[in-house]
């Protein structure tokens, strides 16, 4: 009775990493929609539900501290629970990211863009795709499908590489496209690092199956 009121508790922890994950990809999608449609509106949506996401990350590591203090958890409950408190530690960043978008889809509201935003949203998709896969390989725990997302790091870096170098030319042709060029490398960077922190959502998926820790942020 008691083994089974703890797993009762463990799938209550799984459901709320779920509905977590679920609100920070409307955040990344809301954040880019409202920086391709200068939309200030969705911008400021996107920034005041970041509250919704720290809530539901204090909620669970409360549930994981609390599961660990009240029950007599097995070697693989506490890895389990061990690794939903990291993820959410990454979801939660990755949701922040989303907010750092937005204000700056606020601060370019009214500025005409220099070039036509094609590269940053087509990164923004990979990265999408990343997130949802990576929760896909947490879900099925499946190691193989963890290595493939990390792989599609390599991808986001190139485009980041390529927009760098796109706007670096821009910046140095024409002074006058330095400040928005700097706050475009800056969504690049944002959307790259969120690509980092889905790694490592991959990385603790392996542990999670493996008891094993590896390092593919590299």
């Known amino acids: ?104 889809a606020i601060r370019l509201k009214n500025e005409v863009y220099i070039k036509e935003l094609i590269d940053i949203p087509r990164m ?15 879900i099925d725990e499946n190691v193989d499908r963890a290595y493939e997302v990390c792989k599609m790091d390599d991808k986001v870096d190139a485009i980041y590489k390529q927009v760098f170098s796109e706007l670096l030319v821009l910046m140095v042709e024409d002074t006058k496209t330095i400040n928005q060029s700097t706050q475009f490398l800056f969504i690049c960077k944002f959307l790259e690092r969120i690509a980092d922190h889905i790694t490592n959502i991959c990385e603790w998926t392996i542990y999670l199956v493996t008891g094993e820790q590896v390092d593919l942020n590299e």
């Open 1 to 104: 009775m008691v083994r089974e009121v703890f797993e009762n508790k463990l799938k209550e922890l799984h459901a709320e990493l779920l509905r977590m994950v679920s609100v920070t990809e409307k955040q990344i999608s809301l954040c880019m929609k409202a920086l391709v449609n200068q939309d200030e509106k969705l911008a400021l949506e996107v920034i005041n539900n970041d509250d919704i996401v720290d809530d539901m990350q204090r909620n669970i590591e409360d549930k994981c501290i609390k599961l660990i203090a009240m029950q007599q958890p097995l070697a693989s409950d506490l890895r389990y629970i061990f690794t939903t408190a990291k993820i959410v530690t990454d979801i939660e960043r990755i949701a922040d990211h989303a907010v750092d978008i937005s204000k700056i």
């Open 124 to 138: 923004c998709e990979m990265v999408e795709k990343m997130l949802k896969n990576s929760l896909d390989a947490y």
